[in-house]
């Protein structure tokens, strides 16, 4: 399936929207939602220390939030190696298991619905949130602009220059496919109800998708089939633990927040959303081998392109605006 041309979703004031419109149902996936005001995920950083575990305060902070007809919690770490910022909860322990599963039956019993949101930060890190002091990993050693909020030697958070990460070996992509595998089957365990892989706003993948921060000259960089090529590989494991109705991928097309660029970002993201590959072929057997599979059709949650993607894609778009998310069907 192609299209011929990309429409960008014009701005729209919410004082021009119909209240209404805010409080019909809307089906997404395999859930009836009774109304289209969704939480959007917020990085809180109150994960229990040491060992970033959700606790009884986190599980009231969504409880309390409940009556939203979908929470996507804050952005989950599904590594060490993902972690970015101090005291953010991760999903690869079994302390985290317990921690979550607090979370998820705290908002089930008020009635609520759930998703994980997650999360790897690349680049966007520092050492000393690293396993044993590692630098951070990314698509290509470009050092980003802006500062790390880590925990000092005090217990205080404090901000701290980036430094220039060290670039991805092409014998680690299924590596990080195995995180995201190992996370959405923890999350499956925990409770939750689904899941939202965080492709956006200048972390991993948004890192692989856009020109100004993939120089790879291999099979995971150069044209968008390739940049893609790690985001699509992780979506298909993720699905293949949740199901493709119970999985989300988050987008920021023109995004620039993490220092973040593409050349051309339209067609980057339109293609990116629709998930297409122009060469047939098979399943990928070692990295580099193109595979011939669609982007299963979970709800995205993006900025422009938005048209495209919901009339083409078949997919529910989430507009995420000063803190509210509203899926738009119509």
């Known amino acids: 399936m192609s299209v011929s041309t990309t429409t960008v979703a014009p701005a729209v004031d919410a004082r021009q929207v119909p209240t209404e419109l805010l409080f019909q149902p809307v089906r997404l996936g395999r859930y009836n939602l009774p109304h289209r005001m969704v939480m959007a995920p917020l990085t809180r950083s109150r994960a229990r220390q040491p060992g970033n575990v959700p606790s009884a305060l986190n599980a009231c902070y969504y409880a309390q939030r409940a009556s939203a007809a979908l929470i996507v919690t804050e952005a989950t770490q599904v590594s060490q190696q993902g972690q970015g910022y101090a005291w953010t909860p991760g999903i690869h322990s079994r302390e985290q298991v317990e921690g979550w599963r607090l979370v998820t039956d705290a908002v089930h019993k008020t009635g609520g619905l759930i998703f994980l949101q997650l999360w790897h930060v690349g680049r966007i890190s520092h050492p000393s949130l690293q396993p044993d002091g590692m630098l ?3 698509p290509s050693a470009i050092k980003p602009r802006g500062e790390a909020f880590i925990e000092n030697e005090n217990g205080e958070g404090e901000l701290v220059p980036f430094v220039t990460p060290r670039a991805l070996q092409i014998e680690e ?9 190992r996370g959405s089957r923890n999350a499956l365990e925990a409770g939750f ?4 892989v965080h492709a956006a706003n200048g972390y991993l993948f948004d890192q692989f998708i856009n020109s ?3 120089r790879r000259t291999d099979a ?5 089939e390739n940049r893609m090529r790690l985001l699509i590989d992780v979506v298909e494991a993720v699905s293949d633990v949740w199901g493709q109705d119970h999985v989300g991928v988050r987008l920021s097309p023109l995004g620039t927040f993490n220092d973040m660029g593409d050349d051309d970002p ?13 060469v047939p072929g ?4 070692k990295p580099g081998e193109l595979v011939d599979q669609a982007l299963p059709r979970p709800a995205v ?3 422009g392109t938005a048209h495209e993607v919901r009339d083409v894609h078949g997919a529910i778009v989430m507009f995420r605006c000063r803190g509210c998310v509203a899926p738009n069907q119509s």
């Open 173 to 181: 992509m299924p590596y990080l496919v195995r995180q995201y595998a």
């Open 282 to 285: 098979h399943r990928p057997e």
């Open 266 to 278: 339209e067609t980057t993201f339109g293609r990116v959303a629709l998930g297409q590959f122009e």
């Open 301 to 303: 949650s993006t900025r």
């Open 220 to 224: 995971y960089g150069g044209p968008i």
């Open 136 to 138: 951070p990993v990314a």
């Open 212 to 214: 100004s921060t993939n």
């Open 193 to 196: 109800d689904g899941v939202e």
